[in-house]
């Protein structure tokens, strides 16, 4: 009876290794996505990259949740990433000022963890950050945009949310362009338009409507410059206003190809989604990662978007 006892589980080991699986096979690399919002045409984009990069990856189970621009929310998410045994932990976070909780909760708990495309204020060197330089977005926007402008006239700017260290940053790309390269071009609305191209289009409106002439519009992201420029078509100012975004969207591509979109900064949403999870991945399972730099950085370049090179970002 002793000897049955030993035999039977042996005999299955045998039978398992001589099947060709590997014994770790049925463990997949489980990974928590917390996004700060699936309703945002860009965001969207970074997620559908994940997803793809997902389903590629055959031994990783990829959970993605919806923060809804909420930072309690989003703070639970990552505590019930943590209480259900997740290997590694990804944060687009609502509020790069607020992810402090966030940080030590998943360092305490020994589980790596990726932010993507908002950079922390606070970022431990445990911890990777898979995202673009935004400061470089708004010298690169300014820089085209100041050109249209002739390198003067009065300039509006459209800001992101004001949580977000992507919208501060590119905010003051922008403004320190105006200050070094263009002295004459004087600064003068500025208001946050949430990266909402309807509130992009109303703040707009109301520009014009208070009789402020304005000859640029240097916008954070494509969706509030969009909606800028919904406003100006509506004032019969289309081609008097230069106006300029970040994103690359195809919106904006096409906005381009109508001559009305003036430049737009291209900003990789498949880069920096799939190589977001994949550090989260190779970090779950110990192996080195040579995209990282800079200690614990992963750099997703941008790219000017003119009016000479456009027709090469269209799909």
Known sequence: MKLAKVLVPAI????????GVPVQAAQKVKIGVSMALFDDVWLTLVRDAMTKWGKAHPDAELTIVDANNDTAKQTGQVENFLAQGMDAIVVLPV???????????????????????????????????????????GIMNMEELGKCM????????????????????RTEGIK?????????????????????????????????????????????????????????????????ICVGGTDGSHDA??????????NTVFQDPVGQGEKAVNAAYLLAKKESNPDVTD?????????PI??????????
């Open 176 to 240: 320190k362009v105006c200050k070094e390269k263009y002295p004459n071009i004087k600064i003068v609305r500025e208001q946050t338009g949430n990266w909402k191209r309807e509130q992009g289009k109303t703040l707009m409106e109301n520009w014009l409507a208070s009789g402020q002439e304005i000859d640029g519009v240097a916008s954070d992201n494509d969706e509030m410059a969009l909606g800028a420029l919904q406003a100006i078509k509506a004032a019969g100012k289309l081609g008097k």
């Open 253 to 262: 591509l096409v906005s381009m190809e109508k001559g009305e979109l003036n």
């Open 150 to 169: 002739g390198g003067k006239g009065n300039l509006a700017i459209l800001v992101g949310e004001l949580s977000n260290e992507a919208a501060i940053k």
């Open 95 to 137: 509020d790069t000022a607020a992810t402090g909780p966030i940080t030590k909760s998943v360092t305490k708990a020994g589980k790596p963890l990726v932010y993507v495309n908002r950079l922390p204020g606070n970022l431990p060197q445990s911890v990777v950050y898979c995202g673009s330089n935004s400061i470089e977005a």
């Open 295 to 303: 200690g614990n950085k992963i750099w997703i370049p941008y790219q």
């Open 12 to 19: 299955a080991l045998m039978a398992f290794a001589l099947s």
């Open 306 to 315: 003119t009016k000479e090179n456009f027709k090469s970002y269209m799909k």
